[in-house]
């Protein structure tokens, strides 16, 4: 069986309202980590007394050394997120990689992802599936037939009216090529471990750019994995016993819709 980590990304907010995190620590997972955003210099025994030993934090100097701080062009459809720990989401997603580089897997939640039921038998549900790259929601530009789990985009998809991957790559994006052309939205994401690998290495060769379209179009591109956890009518590509499991982001069914 592969062996995964589960590591919900946070930030300050989290050591005032806690309880998300500790609905992940209730499901005992095998290998739960918290991924903390310390550019506040947060006490690390106050984290740790909430959070167990369980924390791996990290702060801008860390972005420097590796070379993840690449600059924002304000002119980005998603510019105005001028901090590169969100416009780069996998940048941060990387440092825990190297901190913890020997997992086949690695499943990352951001903060504001919460569930009701038991999102173990999901998380289970994708360990025998060798993908290199898992988005809870993925769509490409094409029916590329080697992407089964992933649906084409379309103009069901209102909040970009179907135009989604014309804004990536935009505007200071160095993309080394966008062969095979897919968008993802990341609050939900799972990473094999040469993935991890391959997109460390290309930012060394200052390939970078906005991480939901970024990421998959690179792998993609370039020989890995990848699929979607929900298709666009909303249904899990799975089909698993899932029922007791709702996903939310920000309190809202993740839904095709809302992209």
């Known amino acids: 069986m592969s062996k995964s980590s589960v590591t919900i990304c946070t930030y300050h907010r989290t050591i005032d309202n806690p309880k998300v995190i500790k609905d992940f620590i209730c499901q005992n997972f095998d290998y739960f980590y918290v991924l903390f955003d310390n550019s506040l210099n947060k006490n690390t025994v106050e984290l740790e007394e909430i959070y167990g030993n369980t924390v791996i934090t990290y702060d801008k100097t860390d972005f420097e050394k590796e070379q993840f701080n690449r600059p924002i062009n304000p002119q980005h459809r998603w510019g105005n997120h001028q901090n590169p720990n969100y416009f780069y989401a996998h940048f941060r997603m990387l440092l825990f ?30 360990d025998s599936v060798d993908d290199d790259f898992i988005a809870i929601q993925a769509f490409k530009k094409k029916d590329y037939p080697e992407f089964p789990r992933i649906s084409v985009i379309n103009n069901r998809m209102s909040g970009s009216r179907g135009h989604w991957l014309d804004h ?83 309190g809202m069914d993740f839904t095709w819709e809302w992209l």
């Open 97 to 126: 990689y190297l901190q913890k580089p020997k997992f086949d897997y690695y499943w990352f939640f951001d903060d504001d992802v919460t569930f009701q039921g038991n999102i173990k038998p999901l998380i289970h549900s994708y």
């Open 168 to 250: 990536a790559p935009g505007p200071g994006d160095n993309f080394l090529n966008t062969d095979k052309h897919i968008g993802s939205f990341f609050p939900i994401v799972r990473f094999s471990n040469r993935a991890m690998k391959y997109l460390y290495d290309i930012n060394s060769l200052g390939f970078y750019g906005y991480s939901e379209g970024f990421v998959p179009t690179s792998l993609a591109s370039n020989g890995y994995k990848l699929s979607s956890i929900l298709d666009e009518h909303n249904n899990f590509f799975l089909k698993n016993d899932l029922e007791d499991c709702k996903l939310y982001h920000k």
